[in-house]
């Protein structure tokens, strides 16, 4: 059962254009939403979060939003730069308890030059 | 400041054969995980610690994984005997407190199993 879903394996966008990674969940007792980014070899590392109770979230380049009626949440990445190339993963976290994160599968973004 | 670091950052072993991971994490990070990487998924959290407490260890397979934390500070994590299925990216993370949102990752354990 998987509680959160990132349906995109893959991704192909063009530098400076605008990248969009999607996220669906099913729990409704996650408080917390987070995008990790990863290169090959190297563990994930934080890129932006978001709490339940907002809606968007902005940190230069990277704006997160939130829709909970859908359970839905996207990363934006404006504009893409050939750096960002990478595995996006969606995590959420359970608002009680280990307050653990669940990860989604993730998203090969490749920006081409 | 130094991130979480971990050893050794590849390891071949043959199935029943045991093999032991270590992690040191973030100076000052109270919980340290370990999580569970395989080839196409998302890491899927095996054991958390608090200190040298266990807070969730629900998802570890305890009839042959193992995990301390003895001291509070670093920890490792064992599997013995291990099977084809557990290859996989073995990740540590840290973080200063179980509430926070953000967790400092290691750069993993490659483990293949033949």
């Known amino acids: 059962d998987q509680q959160v879903k990132q349906n995109s394996p ?20 996650f408080d917390y939403f987070l ?28 704006t997160v939003f939130l ?38 599968k993730g ?6 030059p | 400041e130094a991130g979480v670091a971990q ?15 270590w992690c ?5 990070h109270a919980t340290l995980y370990w999580y569970q990487q395989i080839l196409g998924q998302g890491p899927k959290l095996l ?4 200190n040298n407490g266990v807070v969730d260890d629900s998802q570890l397979p305890k009839d042959r994984f193992s995990a301390e934390r003895l001291k509070g500070v670093d920890s490792t994590l064992k599997i013995q005997p291990a099977k084809l299925e557990d290859s996989a990216v073995y990740l540590c993370a840290s973080s200063l407190d179980p509430y926070s949102q953000k967790q400092f990752f290691g750069p993993g354990t490659r483990l293949t199993v033949l």
């Open chain 1, 10 to 29: 893959s991704l192909s966008v063009q530098e400076g254009r605008i990248s969009i990674l999607n996220c669906d969940y099913t729990n409704s007792m």
């Open chain 1, 35 to 62: 995008w990790y980014k990863k290169y090959p070899a190297e563990g994930p590392t934080f890129l932006i979060s978001i709490s339940s109770i907002k809606d968007k979230n902005e940190d230069g380049r990277f």
């Open chain 1, 67 to 104: 829709n909970k009626s859908a359970k839905h949440l996207s990363l934006h990445i404006v504009p893409s730069q050939p750096g960002d190339s990478a595995v996006y993963f969606c995590a959420a976290r359970s608002g009680a308890g280990s307050y653990q994160l669940t990860f989604g």
């Open chain 1, 107 to 112: 998203t090969k973004l490749s920006v081409i």
């Open chain 2, 7 to 21: 050893s050794p950052r590849y390891k071949i072993i043959e199935k029943r054969q045991s093999v032991a991971f």
């Open chain 2, 24 to 28: 040191n994490p973030i100076s000052g």
């Open chain 2, 47 to 50: 054991i958390q610690f608090q």
